[in-house]
């Protein structure tokens, strides 16, 4: 696929017939990383949910620290599990590496959706973030925080949102000296 065309047509998907392997993972993950980042500092790692047994130990956290996540608890009642890469941002305690690694986790991000999609494999990128306590449960630091859930998967074809419509770049477009 052109990369613009697989821009132009990625869709967010929110309902998964299953998982993806590690090995359908790794090259997502392998395409996220070439995301652009000052300083070459390569600011992510990543944590990986890809059994039930996972996503019961991670609801289980949740429980344990007097929450829960709708979305996980409905996964684990209908027995379908994507995928799911928690990724983790060093924070850097100097205000503009900071916002350079956090802008960089977008691009990152937005790579690993777009080679999913030349794939097939469905991605949604959730912002839940982690109370501390379970933050501590699987490993991620003080000195760290989540910039995103992406769960990945198969889907069918009626799990596609074809609503791809937006407002025309005009309308959200300045040029000065022209």
Same mark, same amino acid.
Do not use: C
């Given at each position: ?81 994507? &995928? ?7 924070? *850097?305690? !100097?205000?503009?590496?900071?916002? @350079?690694? /956090?802008?960089?986790? %977008? ?46 998967? &198969? ?7 074809? *609503?791809? !419509?937006?407002?025309?770049?005009? @309308?959200? /477009?300045?040029?000065? %000296?022209?």
């Amino acid at each position: 696929m052109e990369t613009k065309y697989t821009i132009r047509h990625r869709e967010t998907i929110r309902k998964f017939r299953s998982g993806i392997t590690t090995e359908q993972l790794l090259p997502l993950l392998e395409a996220g990383i070439w995301a652009p980042n000052h300083g070459k500092r390569e600011p992510w790692r990543f944590i990986i949910f890809n059994t039930e047994s996972a996503y019961q130990k991670l609801t289980h956290a949740y429980r344990e620290s007097g929450a829960t996540i709708p979305y996980f608890e409905k996964m684990l009642e209908e027995k379908e599990f994507p &995928t799911l890469v928690v990724v983790v941002l060093p924070r *850097n305690p !100097e205000a503009k590496k900071y916002r @350079e690694d /956090l802008l960089a986790h %977008g691009s990152l991000i937005q790579n690993i959706q777009l080679a999913a999609w030349e794939e097939g494999i469905g991605v949604v990128w959730k912002t839940n973030f982690l109370r501390p306590s379970v933050q501590k449960t699987f490993g991620i630091n003080e000195d760290e925080e989540v910039t995103g859930f992406l769960l990945l998967g &198969t889907f069918s074809a009626q799990a596609q949102d074809s *609503n791809r !419509e937006r407002q025309p770049l005009v @309308e959200k /477009l300045t040029i000065i %000296g022209e």
